[in-house]
């Protein structure tokens, strides 16, 4: 069991989630975090955090989709363990449709 960042972060990347995990397994891209599936202790407590609503644990069928791509992104990206600055336009993009089709970036995230 795990939880999964959601496309909807894309962009957002509040980073509120990355203070409360117990565990440190976010991983930070340019503009979204992924959590490591094999590194979450399912606490769940990071769920409630995101303003973005973009955590959701994977018993939810809305996580499927992006399974692979938190397992992917988090062996690559640098780990995360402190919150940054958000985007300033973080909430201009909080509910935008395609986000993973057309904003998401491979670049590693430089927050630490
Ligand atoms: S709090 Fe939500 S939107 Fe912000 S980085 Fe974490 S998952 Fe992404
Ligand atoms: S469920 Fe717990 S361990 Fe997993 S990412 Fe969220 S805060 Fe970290």
Known sequence: M?????????KCKYMDCVEVCPVDCFYEGENMLVIHPDECIDCGVCEP?????????DTDP????????????????PNITRMGEKPADADEWNGVGNKLQDHFSEKPGDTG
Request: proline share 6%.
């Open 49 to 57: 955090e995101c303003p973005a609503e973009a955590i959701l644990p």
């Open 2 to 10: 795990t939880y999964v960042v959601l496309e909807n972060c894309i």
């Open 62 to 77: 809305a996580s499927e989709s992006v399974m692979d791509l938190n397992k992917k992104w988090a062996d690559i990206w």
